[in-house]
Structure formats: C-alpha cells, structure tokens
C-alpha cells in the first residue's frame, strides 16, 4: 500500500463509524465501476477500430468537416 492512501485511510479512521461506512461504501463502488469500464472498453475493442476505420474512410472522401466549437 502506498504512503498516501495509507494516509488516507487513516484520516478516514478518524471519522464517525457511519461516515467511515459510507467513504468505504463509496470506495467500494468506485472500484467496481472501474472494473465494469475497463471489461467494457476491452470488450469494445474491434467496434471501435472499425469506427475509427469507417471516420477515416469518410474523411478521406472528404465527407467530414471542421468542428468549430463556437457554432455548435
């Protein structure tokens, strides 16, 4: 464990019982949601280079256009 998330969780420690429950809960949660994204993304992996593949394509034919930020 590194020096700063033992820092971390000991000011966590020092908090009240239910609050130290609902950082753990909210740690927990975090976690698992990182989890489900990156499953997600590797298993995304083919659709999005044949969307990348399909863009290119499409500039390429020149059916794209700069995006101005200002206008949209």
Request: glycine share 2%; net charge negative; hydrophobic share 45%.
């Amino acid at each position: 464990m590194t020096k700063l998330l033992e820092q971390a969780f000991a000011e966590a420690g020092q908090l009240p019982e239910s609050e130290q429950d609902a950082f753990a809960t909210w740690m927990l949660e975090e976690l698992a949601s990182e989890e489900r994204w990156q499953k997600l993304f590797a298993e995304s992996a083919d659709t999005l280079a044949v969307l990348a593949e399909e863009a290119l394509a499409e500039h390429q034919r020149g059916k794209t256009r700069v995006l101005n930020p200002a206008t949209l």
